[in-house]
């Protein structure tokens, strides 16, 4: 059975709900088909300690506010997915959950979306689902031959889980510095990270980072200097815990190291870090596999991209990737603006407006 409609959204997370907000308010019908089977997207599957960067009021999608957390200043993962919960069905958006995109492929004036619980076709594609279901560990030398555990950000949850234990966290963005200041008191902790660790000032929060991500796109688009971004002020915020853990001593990086060993870490000067574990926390790549039958990918794996828009498709619109798809598009508070640009091209597109 095949449905109709004019935009097919791909992905129920933060983007998907910010893009399915500005379709209504353009009054095109739109369907947002997400994989997960409840409401949050990615934030139900963060680790227990995970915190905003900023204040719930400045963390907010288009349309609401997201009331402030009793007790906390930076609101945690769960009140996230509270809100993105609450923002779904204040606005009645049209979730149909849990489906799976399986591709995308044109089909003469429409775009195909097939899934694993059917077919629609519409006359626009947004696709928002994010980086986390594709987790990047890096190719080192000896990862085979290490005997203990290995995991990833997406599968780390607590501290506890590890007492005791030697643990290797490597990761010089903030899920590293955050990882490892959580485990820092329990575990026999070493930190390991591409380069010494930048932190950027302790009242920076996710505020001025979109403030500056922003100033950067606009630089860009006018022909200016490039003011660096968020790249220029640090690599990792200093929220409360990794704050306590630095200046308690306990977190100090180690540089990358250059193979392992069944039981160990290893450097080429013959320095070893025995381990139990290690914690990849070495970031993303977008997830876009449903669309390689549209034939679109360019360098790094990602979509040339103007804006939202895919250049060598003008139905497709890509939302929530990170800065090349809006200046900090895969945060709360950033999301709002390129989804609004998106539904209103996209309107545009299909002569609503």
């Known amino acids: 059975m095949t449905q109709g409609v004019d935009v097919v959204v791909i992905g129920g997370g933060q983007a998907g709900l910010a893009a399915g907000y500005h379709l209504r308010r353009l009054g095109l019908s739109f369907v947002i088909l997400d994989a997960q089977a409840t409401p949050g997207g990615a934030w139900q599957h963060t680790w227990d300690s995970l915190h905003l960067f900023s204040p719930a009021a400045h963390s907010s999608l288009p349309g609401r506010l997201m009331p402030p957390q009793p007790g906390e200043t930076y609101p945690d993962a769960a009140h996230v997915v509270d809100y993105l919960t609450d923002y779904e069905q204040r606005y009645e958006l049209p979730v149909v959950r849990p489906v799976r995109v399986e591709a995308v492929l044109r089909d003469g004036q429409f775009l195909r979306v097939e899934t694993d619980s059917g077919t629609w076709r519409a006359r626009a594609v947004t696709s928002a689902t994010g980086t986390w279901s594709r987790p990047f560990i890096p190719a080192i030398p000896g990862r085979a031959e290490f005997e203990g555990r290995q995991l990833h950000t997406v599968e780390y949850r607590r501290a506890s889980d590890f007492a005791g234990q ?15 200041a959580d485990l820092a ?32 796109r606009r630089a860009l688009d006018e022909g200016r200097t490039d003011t660096g971004g968020v790249a220029s002020l640090g690599d990792i915020v200093a929220v409360p815990p990794v704050r306590e853990a630095r200046d308690a001593g306990l977190l100090k990086a180690q540089p990358m190291f250059d193979r392992l060993t069944a039981g160990a870490v290893a450097w080429a000067d013959g320095t ?41 498709e003008p139905r497709l ?17 950033g999301v709002g603006r390129p989804a609004r640009d998106a539904a209103r091209q996209i309107a545009g597109l299909l002569g609503a407006v």
């Open 166 to 180: 030697r643990v290797v966290v490597v990761g010089d963005g903030n899920s590293g510095a955050q990882i490892a």
């Open 185 to 216: 008191h329990d575990t026999d902790l070493t930190w390991v990270t591409l380069r010494e660790p930048r932190y950027l000032a302790d009242d920076i929060d996710g505020r001025a980072l979109f403030d500056a991500a922003t100033a950067r």
């Open 272 to 312: 070893r870090a025995e381990a139990d574990v290690i914690i990849w926390c070495t970031g993303f790549r977008p997830a876009l596999a449903h669309l390689a039958p549209l034939g679109l990918r360019g360098p790094r794996g990602h979509i040339p991209t103007r804006g939202t828009e895919a250049l060598g």
């Open 317 to 333: 619109h890509l939302l929530g990737y990170g800065d090349w798809t809006g200046p900090a598009s895969a945060t709360l508070i």
